[in-house]
């Protein structure tokens, strides 16, 4: 039961998360379809909603099913104590008759005065009282369990209500899901219309992105051979020379592999890490470098560890980006329209470092964020907590 409980209020945790979820990406859906031009973005947000909607129904039908489990324990529990009961009133009654017929005290005096020897006057009145604690102890059992009944009734029909708010919720979202199966539908149906535009769009999305990558790329690089450099080590190429205090630095790092906080304070991962297919043409494959978190509007990237700014750079798309050491570690903010940071400043976890850009012709406010160790793309998947 307590099993059941706790995987209950895990499963309630997970629905308002989603719920929250899909409340951002229907936000951020209203934004665009006030933009024109936006149908690209449009079915990026409505394909994540679709899949966080699936996710729902997937986690109410496991709670609907635990809330089954523990509506059928109780229905067995309150049909074997309703029959426990009914023995212990009809055992109950009849010791009542009895104690009744013999409620005369002077039946009980008789009763050991007619005793032949001491010994067995002594024995009836032990009998005496074992009846008297027997009656009471009866009297106890079955109140206890008619409390126990009561609770068990009580329980069953707020788990009756949780389940029909549970089938509520069920219809409504799958409702939902249909309808947004169907807006998608009819986007992509757009899209193939003005084929020809929308594939040059998507190519010059791919284009900008592996530039974004490449200057990062390089910016790494030439902040390891600047910060080398004034150490006066040059022998150590593409790696950073570290010092006893940055080699502490980089293990107190790597011990928190998997609980790193999120680069922004609210926002929802829009874009993992790797090679993905593209949502209207899956022929077409697109890698990104880092993970891409879509936020609200006027939100501040935040340093995920301890660690020394290296350097701020405004990149060639005419946005800055960040980058935070953290020993032969390095943590890369961009997309922000200004930064709060100077290259040498030491920041701490949850710093503000800048204000994220807002795309005007989309609505949209991303973050894009990079991990390396020296010049070694990492997954920030693995490394930021529930990311």
Do not use: C
């Not at 009961?85 to 008789?110: F, G, H, P, Q, T």
């Not at 006057?121 to 009471?136: T, V, W």
């Not at 899956?282 to 609200?296: A, S």
């Amino acid at each position: 039961l307590t099993a059941q409980s706790s995987e209950q209020k895990a499963l309630q945790a997970k629905r308002a998360k989603l719920q929250k979820e899909i409340r951002q990406i229907n936000q951020q859906l209203s934004q665009q379809q006030a933009e024109r031009g936006n149908v690209l973005e449009q079915m990026e947000a409505l394909d994540r909603k679709i899949n966080v909607r699936q996710e729902f129904i997937r986690i109410t039908n496991r709670e609907s099913n635990l809330l089954n489990r523990q509506i059928n324990a109780n229905i067995s529990k309150i049909d074997k104590l309703r029959k426990d009961l009914a023995l212990l009133k009809e055992d109950y009654a009849k010791l009542i008759v009895s104690s009744y017929r013999n409620r005369s005290d002077r039946s009980n005096v008789m009763f050991l005065l007619s005793s032949k020897t001491f010994f067995q006057a002594f024995k009836r009145l032990q009998y005496l009282k074992q009846i008297s604690n027997y009656r009471q102890q009866q009297g106890k059992a079955l109140e206890s369990k008619t409390k126990v009944l009561t609770t068990l009734n009580r329980n069953l029909v707020e788990q009756r209500k949780a389940k029909d708010l549970l089938l509520t919720q069920y219809r409504t979202v799958k409702n939902q899901l249909s309808k947004e199966v169907s807006m998608q539908q009819a986007l992509l149906k757009t899209i193939r219309a003005n084929e020809s535009r929308y594939a040059q769009a998507i190519a010059e999305k791919t284009k900008e992105a592996q530039q974004i990558d490449r200057e990062i790329e390089r910016l790494i690089k030439s902040a390891i051979t600047t910060v080398n450099k004034r150490k006066g080590n040059k022998a150590a190429t593409g790696a950073f020379a570290l010092t006893p205090e940055e080699k502490s630095l980089s293990v107190n790092f790597t011990e928190n592999k998997g609980k790193l906080i999120w680069p922004v304070e609210r926002g929802r991962k829009s874009q993992g890490f790797g090679v993905y297919a593209d949502k209207i043409y899956p022929g077409i494959k697109h890698r990104n470098n880092g993970v891409t978190i879509t936020t609200n509007k006027g939100a501040k990237a935040r340093a995920v560890f301890n660690g020394e700014v290296i350097d701020v750079k405004t990149t060639r798309t005419g946005q800055k980006a960040v980058f935070v050491r953290h020993g032969s570690f390095i943590s890369t903010y961009y997309n922000l329209d200004n930064a709060y940071v100077q290259k040498g400043a030491k920041v701490s976890t949850k710093e503000a470092l800048g204000q994220i850009h807002t795309n005007k012709r989309t609505g949209l406010t991303r973050l894009k964020f990079y991990l390396y160790r020296n010049t070694k793309k990492l997954n920030p998947e693995e490394w930021i907590l529930n990311l």
